[in-house]
């Protein structure tokens, strides 16, 4: 019988990208193995994140650094972060998330900057948020995850559902 993995314990390595003109909250789960690696959000090439936000607003993302996404990001009064500050997790496996503790750097960007919208990237994302931060379900929207494990989405049709809500905030 094949043994089981024991998950990680994960801490995330990012701080926020927010400012206090930030009005829309984007928030994943956990930066992914690549993400991590890589030293920045929704880095695992496969992930549509900066696809769809290239699509959204007009600029090229993709090609940016990491210092110029997030200045990108700022520009547009988006801030950027995840629900988990650390957890226990399998690679990058949202379904294997366990003992999650919450990222009180999101509690931080609510007293600095008036967010008039949450979008979660993904149902794991919506799920934590609403538990963590229940004085904010109201902003919450659940967003189909850019992630490459969503693949019944094309890239059209995550623009297309990003859209509707990014789109409504500028």
Sequence with gaps: MPMKRKPNRIANPFPPIADEHSRVLILGSLPSEASRAAGFYYMNPRN?????????????????????????????????????????????????????????????????????????????????????????ADLARQMPSTSPANARLSLDDLVEEWGKELKRSF
């Design 48 to 136: 549509r994140f900066w696809k769809v936000m290239s699509a959204l607003l007009g600029e090229d993302y993709e090609s940016k650094t990491a210092e110029g996404k997030a200045a990108a990001l700022c520009a547009r009064g988006i801030a950027l972060s995840d629900v988990i500050a650390s957890c226990e997790i399998h690679r990058s496996s949202d379904a294997s998330i366990k003992k999650v503790v919450r990222n009180e750097d999101i509690t931080e960007i609510f007293k600095s900057a008036t967010i008039e919208k949450v979008l979660l990237n993904g149902g794991k994302a919506y799920a934590l948020f609403l538990k963590h931060f229940p004085e904010h």
